[in-house]
């Protein structure tokens, strides 16, 4: 049975149902979903630029994409982002109801639990955030270099060796792991900003594809 999700609007929390979200992103002509969004930022930035997409951002925690999600309920011509919309949720608890939903799965920056599912990795939370995706939707993942020394060790080695570790255990969770590969790059998201403040920003990325 779905049970129901939790939707962030301000200060609020609503209860909406999986399908109401389902038939949402139906309508519109591609759907990201960002996992780990922190305070939305980026993805408003995504939402606004492209009002043809629905952007879905997924955390654990409300309190940081509060600002935003108020933001976003306003009238468009006045900031809002009717095609965005937050749920508090972790990424160990995904229901059953957004599955076969994105084209692109973004995880960006992530911490705790979530780093670990992406590095350790944690196969059963992996295989439910790759559920979300459609056949084939792209997996991004971008850990800023020093999150990824800092969770791996001083012998965590290159991209290649990373990618040869992970790819078996990303397929058992239904994700063909494409590349795995170290930039330096200019910053997407408010974390990238904040760290690009002390150092150059680094990050390792890793990308792959949902297997259906
Ligand atoms: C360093 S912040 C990055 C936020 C944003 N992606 C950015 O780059 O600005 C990491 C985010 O991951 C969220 N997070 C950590 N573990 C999580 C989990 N298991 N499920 C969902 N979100 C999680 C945290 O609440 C936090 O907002």
Known sequence: MEGTLAVVRGRLIESVAPANIRRTAHAFARVIVDVGTGDGRWLYRTARAHPEWFCLGLDAYAGMMREVSRRAS???????????????????????????????????????????????????????????????????????????????????????????????????????????????TDPRTSWERRVRRRRHLVVVQILGLVLK
């Open 74 to 184: 306003r009238d468009p011509s006045r900031g809002g982002a009717p095609n965005l919309c937050f749920l508090r949720i972790a990424a160990e608890t995904l229901p059953a109801g957004l599955e076969d939903l994105a084209d692109h799965i973004s995880i960006l920056c992530p911490w705790g639990s979530l780093l670990r599912a992406v590095l350790v990795p944690d196969v059963p939370v992996l295989r439910g955030v790759a559920r979300i995706g459609k056949p084939s939707a792209l997996m991004e993942i971008r850990v800023n270099a020093s999150a990824y020394r800092a969770a791996v060790g001083p012998d965590a080695g290159d991209a290649t060796r990373l990618c040869r570790r992970l790819q078996p255990e990303y397929a058992r969770a239904g994700i063909a792991l494409t590349s795995c590969h170290t930039a330096a």
